[in-house]
C-alpha cells in the first residue's frame, strides 16, 4: 500500500483500502463499538491534537532521544545474542513500525548486517494476519522471524517479541522494563506514514487479503514519521541509560486497581504511559489514574491530552506504572443496550 516509507526501511504488508471506506469521528465509533461492532471494522478519523499537545511531543522526543536510543540499542544486542544476524524483523504495525526501521538501522551499524523487515497488522481479538505471516514464510525460514513492537500489550505474542518497554514483564527482549515514553505514541498516522490504524472488515478485506489500512492523503503535511526515526538514529553514538524502577507487578496490579475501586465488574484498564496515551487518542476513557499529579516525567502529554478532551484526572499509588486509563466494558455497553 502507499506510504511514505522508504522500501529500504520496510516491506508494508498491508491492503490499501483507500477511499473503500468512509472515516468516522471518535464519538461515532464510540456509539458503534457499543452496539457491538468491532474496532477493526471501522476507519477511524484521525485525531487532530492542539497545538499545546504537539509541542509537548517535540519537547518528549528532544528530552527522550538519547534513551530511546539506549533501549533500541539494548534491544538489539539481546536480539542478535539470541538469534544472530540471520533474523528477520517483522514490527507489528503501527507502532511497531519505526521501532522496526530503528533496529534495522542499528543493526546495519553496529553488526553490519543489513536484515529485511517487514510491517503486518495484529488486531486484538481478532489475531495476527496470517495472510501476511504466510508470505514471510515463504521467503524466510520460521526461527529467523523475530516480532517486534513498542512495547507489551494485553494482546501480544509474549513468546517472540521484542519491544522497547516492557513494563509488563511478558518478555526477554526488552530494551527497558520502565514505564518509559516512546514520543511516537503520542501521535497516530502522522509518525507512522500516514497509514491508519489496520483494518479486518469483510466490505473490504477479502479471505486471502492482507489485512487492510488506508493512507491519509490530507495529512502529508503533517507527516514526522521520518522526523522521528532520525532523531533517534543520531543518538546512537550518544544514548542515555534508562533508571530502572521497576517491580514487576504486572498484570496483577491492573485487577486490584479495579478492585479497589469498585470497578472490577464494569470497567477495563489499560496499563501504562504509552497504553494510556494510545487509549486517549482512540477513545474517551471514564479517568486516567496517575502516580502523582506533579511527576512531569513522561506524562505532560497526558495531562493535557486528557485536558484537551476533558477526562477527569485522579491520583492513585501505582506501582509499576506511571499512568493508566479506565475505559467501560463494550459488554456492559451491550448489556445496558439490550435492557
Not at 24 to 35: I, V, Y
Not at 174 to 191: Q, R
Amino acid at each position: 500500500m502507499k506510504t511514505s516509507y522508504k522500501p529500504e526501511d520496510v516491506i508494508v504488508l498491508l491492503k490499501d483500502i483507500t477511499g473503500e471506506l468512509q472515516p468516522l469521528p471518535l464519538k461515532e465509533r464510540e456509539k458503534r463499538r457499543q452496539q457491538g461492532i468491532h474496532y477493526s471494522e471501522m476507519l477511524p478519523l484521525e485525531y487532530q491534537p492542539s497545538r499545546a499537545y504537539l509541542e509537548l511531543y517535540h519537547q518528549a522526543l528532544s528530552k527522550y532521544g538519547r534513551r530511546i536510543a539506549y533501549a533500541i540499542a539494548q534491544l538489539v544486542d539481546k536480539i542478535i545474542a539470541q538469534k544472530g544476524t540471520n533474523v528477520t524483523l517483522v514490527s507489528l504495525a503501527r507502532t511497531g513500525t519505526p521501532v522496526g526501521i530503528l533496529l534495522k538501522r542499528y543493526i546495519l551499524k553496529k553488526y553490519n548486517v543489513n536484515v529485511p523487515h517487514y510491517t503486518i497488522s495484529i488486531i486484538l481479538k481478532k489475531g495476527i494476519d496470517h495472510n501476511a505471516l504466510q508470505y514471510i514464510l515463504g521467503k524466510h525460514k520460521p526461527e529467523t522471524i523475530q516480532f517486534i513492537d513498542g512495547w507489551t500489550k494485553e494482546h501480544h505474542i509474549s513468546n517472540n517479541l521484542a519491544v522497547v518497554a516492557d513494563p509488563a514483564h511478558l518478555t526477554s527482549l526488552y530494551g527497558t522494563k520502565e514505564d518509559f515514553l516512546i514520543p511516537n505514541t503520542c501521535l497516530g498516522s502522522t509518525v507512522s506514514e500516514l497509514f491508519s490504524r489496520t483494518i479486518l472488515n469483510s466490505e473490504v478485506i477479502a479471505e486471502n487479503d492482507f489485512h487492510g489500512a488506508a493512507y491519509f492523503e490530507y495529512l502529508e503535511d503533517k507527516d514526522v514519521s521520518y522526523e522521528f526515526i532520525e532523531s533517534i538514529e543520531k543518538q546512537f553514538d550518544n544514548t542515555e541509560p534508562i533508571e530502572e524502577l521497576s517491580n514487576n507487578a504486572g498484570s496483577q496490579e491492573a485487577e486490584e486497581i479495579l478492585r479497589n475501586l469498585n470497578l472490577f465488574d464494569t470497567c477495563t484498564i489499560t496499563l501504562g504511559i504509552n497504553e494510556t496515551t494510545r487509549s486517549l487518542l482512540q477513545s474517551y476513557p471514564l479517568k486516567i489514574l496517575v502516580r502523582s499529579n506533579s511527576d512531569t516525567e513522561y506524562i505532560e502529554h497526558i495531562i493535557q491530552l486528557a485536558k484537551d478532551k476533558q477526562i477527569p484526572i485522579e491520583e492513585y499509588p501505582l506501582q509499576n506504572y506511571r499512568a493508566c486509563a479506565i475505559l467501560k466494558r463494550m459488554e456492559v455497553h451491550l448489556q445496558c443496550s439490550s435492557l
